[in-house]
């Protein structure tokens, strides 16, 4: 005898559904269900692109807030002669060129003791711009040379040091120590260095007295070799291959 077949599996039905038509009733089970999640779904998925737009935006704010942090210009608090103290921007202030024959980039930097240091200012007689650090044992070695240079030349020469990212009194503690007699600049995040295609420490330039570059010379400087140099210039006939 054959069994009758068994009554197909119920579906639990919303009790406050409209009475399917003709047309709902060729639909499947599986197909009903969807239509009725698809609202939740649209919902749950339009939540999840704000959350992850709000991410995406809330990471590219931080990304330039430390760009442009990082890249901002460095200021120092320096004294006027009424008592007051306005900041100052510090780092290349006019661009140039790194070439023999070029005008130097102008720069205006903070000292040790807070003054301001501005290239500009020292036209007029040849200037050494001797890139180095207080960790450089080739800086140390010419330290003691470049006292005495200074010695010998006064003002007629003004050799500037100009220190790659340290901070004021570590320099000024080590300054002390080696009696070091020339200007000091501190180049804080190195945008001065970077300006100058500064590859090693110690590197020195030559300026004349119109802020040329006459010379440039990278490791430790021999005094006999500085003194052939700034006298040329200030012959005005020096050429590089003429002192080593």
């Given at each position: 005898m054959t069994q009758p077949p068994p009554p197909p599996e119920s579906t639990e039905l919303d009790p406050e559904a409209e009475p399917a038509s003709d047309g709902?009733?060729?639909?499947?089970?599986?197909?009903?269900?969807?239509?009725?999640?698809?609202?939740?779904?649209?919902?749950?998925?339009?939540?999840?692109?704000?959350?992850?737009?709000?991410?995406?935006?809330?990471?590219?704010?931080?990304?330039?807030?430390?760009?442009?942090?990082?890249s901002g210009s460095t200021a120092a608090a320096v004294g006027l002669p009424s008592g007051d103290y306005t900041a100052v921007r510090l780092g290349v202030v006019a661009g140039g060129d790194t070439k023999i024959g070029s005008q130097a980039p102008l720069f205006q930097l903070s000292a040790p003791d807070g003054q301001v240091i501005r290239l500009g200012d020292l036209r007029g007689g040849?200037?050494?711009?001797?890139?180095?650090?207080?960790?450089?044992?080739?800086?140390?070695?010419?330290?003691?040379?470049?006292?005495?240079?200074?010695?010998?030349?006064?003002?007629?020469?003004?050799?500037?040091?100009?220190?790659?990212?340290?901070?004021?009194?570590?320099?000024?503690?080590?300054?002390?120590?080696?009696?070091?007699?020339?200007?000091?600049?501190?180049?804080?995040?190195?945008?001065?260095?970077?300006?100058?295609?500064?590859?090693?420490?110690?590197?020195?330039?030559?300026?004349?007295?119109?802020?040329v570059i006459r010379d440039v010379r990278i490791g430790v400087l021999r005094p006999q070799v500085a003194t052939c140099i700034v006298n040329n210039i200030e012959r005005g006939q020096h050429d590089p291959g003429d002192c080593r």
């Open positions: 709902d009733s060729e639909r499947s089970p599986a197909t009903t269900g969807v239509q009725r999640d698809a609202p939740h779904t649209f919902v749950r998925d339009g939540a999840v692109s704000l959350l992850s737009l709000l991410l995406v935006t809330g990471a590219i704010i931080a990304v330039q807030f430390i760009r442009n942090r990082d040849v200037v050494l711009l001797n890139f180095w650090a207080t960790w450089c044992a080739p800086c140390r070695q010419e330290i003691p040379d470049l006292v005495k240079l200074q010695n010998d030349w006064g003002e007629s020469v003004r050799i500037v040091g100009v220190d790659l990212q340290e901070t004021p009194a570590d320099v000024a503690a080590f300054a002390t120590r080696l009696q070091m007699n020339y200007l000091l600049a501190l180049d804080f995040n190195g945008e001065v260095a970077s300006s100058y295609k500064v590859r090693g420490l110690p590197t020195t330039f030559f300026l004349d007295a119109q802020g």
